[in-house]
Nanobody, 114 residues
């Protein structure tokens, strides 16, 4: 079992940057896939970025070139660096860990003002 705690959300102006962190309650070394998802009001939860245990990454088309996902196994933490933020990036951002079970964090709000 693993618990995930997101942090780093907040209010930022368009064009600004934020870095989200997802701290896991145990080692993430053996967790095959970790990722970030987001959910805007009235919309479904969508993939933003994922990273495998081997370091391979995949991004939603809407964030390619602006967002970067990374993982620090020594700190049991996954990060999402978000640059050139747009109002349409406003959402609650969730961290996910995929083992034999899906684990989700509680989410962190990101609001981008125009």
């Amino acid at each position: 079992q693993v618990q995930l705690v997101e942090s780093g959300g907040g209010l930022v102006q368009a064009g600004g940057s934020l870095r989200l962190s997802c701290a896991a309650s145990r080692s993430i070394f053996s967790i095959n896939v970790m990722g970030w998802y987001r959910q805007a009001p009235g919309k479904q939860r969508d993939l933003v970025a994922v990273i495998t245990s081997g370091g391979s990454t995949n991004y939603a088309d809407s964030v390619k070139g602006r967002f970067t996902i990374s993982r620090d196994n020594a700190k049991n933490t996954v990060y999402l660096q978000m640059n050139s933020l747009k109002p349409e990036d406003t959402a609650v951002y969730y961290c996910r860990a995929v083992t034999t079970t899906n684990y989700w964090g509680q989410g962190t709000q990101v609001t981008v003002s125009s």
